[in-house]
């Protein structure tokens, strides 16, 4: 409602003008009056009024003279109240005296219902203006520091490492102003959406969605993104974001994770907050049930043990035996699995490191790359925050290891079947000449019959009867190119064939041409 004064020597006029005002103007206007200047002068500091309707002689003080104390003591950047002057006389003197101090009318008595009216309503209409620029202005300097705040806050987020407490306290109170506005005391919270297949939604999508589904974020102060992609909010108490959380969950937003810090209560404290956000967040990590985790519930009392070294390296050993279930036991008592839900963190992301750099690292060092799969494995296993859960992170890393457990033996296997190859070419070699098969080969080199056929047809890319032949043709054509009178009967016996027939045939179905017209050509 407008207050309006009314000044007047006469009782019966301030009451008849504020009868007839309520009358035209009900519930618009909070009326009161005054007697004389002096009477009006005090009411007025004590509640100012937008508009006041004074008389001009008057005892005590008069209205000019309260104009003049009105103007005298109007506060900087305070709106002056809009004055109607009333007067029994028409005064020319008065008028501009009254016009000196931007009175807005000035009506003769009787006062003349429809004359005031109007004047009232034109008033009416420029306040309205001037309280609709005001806002505006209001409003728009409140968006300069809401945007000022937030590039500052912004600034501070996008740093990935966190300044030291005594220069943010100095910094804090450097900021000022330009953090007017932060809630004291104030929350930060820390927000990221994992999909079911482990992708992180965009912080930008993120926002959308939990506007779209709970309408909560309007009661947060401050929305803003961070150096990692993730949402951050600045509220001004725990209950905002355990109802964000609570709502989360009934609006089937599974895969929102909140973590949120102490209270902050002064701007120093702000990246501290921010840190002990980003801290309570990923312990949401330890528990798949959990979407939310305030810094206060993780901050003592965690669970620590000494590097697991020596686990370490029997685990390294143990790659290759193919004892996976004492494998498996293994990698449970190096993460301390039994403790996980005490369990610090830190604990877990350093032997993470550790696993990497001693295990995984040293096995590819030694046996070179493997397979695309395994590789794909490996490097989404080289950081556990690759996944969602740390159980999900737990069982890919029991997979890679079982697949590296698999793979070495597979090189083992074909140093062994490479070893025993190079050995039957070698027997082959030296016995070309002699009545040979593969069952006198491969039990040379101890393997079975069906399993020699098979590697040896992968080592050399030919079947044995077939690579025996080129072996003999080949040692037949050293003979022959020698230039002896051999007869081709003896070249035949040397190299290990049954007759002379059965080698003419072969040595012309590898070679093209007859053993004969080979030596003819040889010898020219």
């Given amino acids: 409602m407008k207050k309006l004064l009314i000044v007047d020597d006469e009782k019966n006029i301030r009451q008849g003008l504020k009868i007839i005002i309520d009358r035209e103007y009900p519930g618009i206007y909070e009326i009161s009056n005054a007697a004389n200047g002096a009477e009006a002068l005090n009411q007025f ?50 008028a501009k005296s009254a016009i000196r101090y ?54 501070l987020l996008l740093q990935k490492e966190s300044p030291i407490h005594s220069e943010m306290q100095d910094r804090g109170r450097e900021w000022g102003e330009e953090l007017e506005g932060l809630p004291i005391p104030f929350i930060i919270g820390l927000l990221s959406y994992h999909c079911s297949n482990g992708t992180r939604i ?35 108490s725990r209950e905002a974001f355990v109802e964000l959380s609570r709502q989360a969950e009934v ?29 309570a967040l990923q312990y949401t990590y330890l528990y798949p049930q959990i979407n939310f985790i305030d810094y206060e519930t993780v ?18 050993n143990m790659l290759g035996t193919g004892r996976e279930k004492e494998m498996r036991g293994l990698l449970a008592a190096i993460f301390q699995i039994e403790h996980l839900k005490r369990m610090d963190l830190s604990y877990l992301e350093g032997v993470g490191r550790l696993m990497n750099e001693r295990v995984l690292d040293e096995v590819f060092r030694v046996h070179g790359e493997v397979s695309v799969e395994v590789l794909k494995l490996y490097r989404s296993v080289g950081n556990m925050y690759n996944f969602r859960h740390f159980h999900d992170y737990y069982r890919a890393l029991e997979n890679l290891l079982v697949s590296v457990n698999d793979y ?25 000449h002699r009545s040979l098969n593969m069952a006198m080969v491969s039990n040379h080199v ?38 002896r009178s051999s007869r081709l009967e003896e070249v035949s016996e040397a190299v290990g064939f049954e007759n002379s027939k059965h080698f003419s045939r072969v040595f012309k179905e590898l070679e093209g041409i007859s053993p004969g017209e080979y030596r003819a050509k040889a010898l020219l």
């Avoid at 993104?225 to 909010?233: E, F, H, K, P």
């Fill in 202 to 236: 965009k912080p930008g999508e993120v926002q959308e969605l939990i506007e779209r589904r709970t309408g909560l974020l309007k009661g947060f102060s401050e929305i803003l993104i961070d150096w990692d992609g993730r949402l951050v909010l600045i509220g001004s």
């Fill in 299 to 316: 901050r003592e009392n965690r669970l620590s043990f000494p590097p697991p070294d020596e686990d370490l390296r029997k685990l390294l």
């Fill in 45 to 94: 500091r004590d509640q100012p009024a937008d508009i006041i309707i004074t008389d001009i002689r008057m005892p005590v003080m008069d209205g000019i003279a309260l104009l003049e104390h009105l103007s005298a003591e109007k506060g900087a950047g305070q709106e002056p109240a809009a004055v109607i002057i009333l007067s029994g006389f028409d005064d020319f003197e008065y």
């Fill in 408 to 432: 070495i033996i597979g090189v083992r296997s074909a140093h062994t079947e490479h070893a025993e190859m190079k050995e039957a070419l070698a027997y082959i070699e030296g016995n070309y």
């Fill in 102 to 155: 931007r009175v807005k009318d000035y009506l003769l008595k009787p006062i003349r219902r429809d004359e005031l009216f109007e004047v009232l309503g034109r008033i009416n209409e420029e306040l309205a203006e001037q309280h609709a620029s005001l806002r505006k202005l209001e409003q728009e300097a409140e968006s300069l520091r809401r945007e000022r705040r937030s590039r500052l806050l912004q600034q």
């Fill in 251 to 279: 609006k089937e937003l599974g895969g929102l994770l909140i973590g949120i810090s102490g209270a902050g209560r002064e701007p120093g404290e702000i990246r501290s907050c921010y840190d002990e956000a980003s801290r």
């Fill in 446 to 483: 101890s393997l079975n019959y069906s399993y020699f056929s098979e590697a040896f047809k992968a080592y050399t890319g030919e079947s044995f009867v077939t690579y025996l032949k080129k072996v003999r043709i080949r040692h037949a054509k050293r003979l022959l190119s020698e230039g």
